[in-house]
């Protein structure tokens, strides 16, 4: 069992950044082992990946980067997984969610329909 939770969303105004994290506790072996990545659900569109990493080995696999402002990092120490957000744009607004993935390669990821454990998402609104 493996529970992850959101923090860092907020107001930003464009051009700002943010740092939110996906804090993951639980079964060692589970968390050690595991995949976690960042999803965002954007008005009037469906979930979409962002970026995902492998807390073992700290492998990354990004299926959209905002172009290269988004980064997905991770501090083992504090079985923690960060996604920085660079350059925001009103387009950027959003729910934003982590999902983590036991036994799981990174390249995975976003191929999987169904992802193991999913946080509550926290709000992310660039606007000014």
């Known amino acids: 069992q493996v529970q992850v939770v959101e923090s860092g969303g907020g107001l930003v105004q464009p051009g700002g950044s943010l740092r939110l994290s996906c804090a993951a506790s639980g079964n060692t072996l589970d968390l050690t082992y595991a995949s976690i990545g960042w999803f965002r659900q954007v008005p009037g569109k469906e979930r979409e990946g962002i970026g995902a990493i492998h807390m073992n080995d700290g492998r990354t696999n990004y299926l959209h980067n905002g172009e290269g402002r988004f980064t997905v990092s991770r501090d083992n120490a504090k079985s923690t997984v960060y996604l920085e957000l660079n350059n925001l744009k009103p387009e950027d607004t959003g729910v934003y969610f982590c999902?983590?993935?036991?036994?799981?390669?990174?390249?995975?990821?976003?191929?999987?329909?169904?992802?193991?454990?999913w946080g509550q998402g926290t709000q992310v609104s660039v606007s000014s």
């Open positions: 999902a983590a993935d036991p036994f799981t390669d990174v390249q995975r990821m976003f191929i999987l329909t169904s992802h193991a454990y």
